[in-house]
Nanobody, 116 residues
Framework: QVHLVESGGGLVQPGGSLRLACVVS????????VGWYRQAPGNQREMVAF???????HYTDSTKGRFTISLDNTKNTVFLQMSNLEPEDTAVYYC??????????RGQGTQVTVSS
């Protein structure tokens, strides 16, 4: 059974930072594609940051230079370091893992609210 559990969300002021974590069990993060997505009320879910099985990272334009995705293979965990947060970053953030066999797994999400 594969499980993805996100944590680290919360309320932060504009310009602040948060670090999200996604602990994966049942499958390894290494060798698979993993990423962070977000969905704000009334909006479609969008990719925020993505790291491929080969280690290449991708970011949506609005998060480049502010967000960093990383893996800790020893803890089987995916991190998203978010800095210089803006109110537009407010959303539920989800972790997603895609295996090369075509399976897709998602977590339950963690709320990030950027507000003064």
């Amino acid at each position: 059974q594969v499980h993805l559990v996100e944590s680290g969300g919360g309320l932060v002021q504009p310009g602040g930072s948060l670090r999200l974590a996604c602990v994966v069990s049942g499958v390894g993060v290494s060798g698979n594609d993993v990423g962070w997505y977000r969905q704000a009320p009334g909006n479609q879910r969008e990719m925020v940051a993505f790291i491929s099985s080969s280690g290449n990272t991708h970011y949506t334009d609005s998060t480049k230079g502010r967000f960093t995705i990383s893996l800790d293979n020893t803890k089987n965990t995916v991190f998203l370091q978010m800095s210089n947060l803006e109110p537009e970053d407010t959303a539920v953030y989800y972790c997603r893992l895609d295996t090369h066999q075509g399976s897709i797994y998602r977590g339950q999400g963690t709320q990030v609210t950027v507000s003064s």
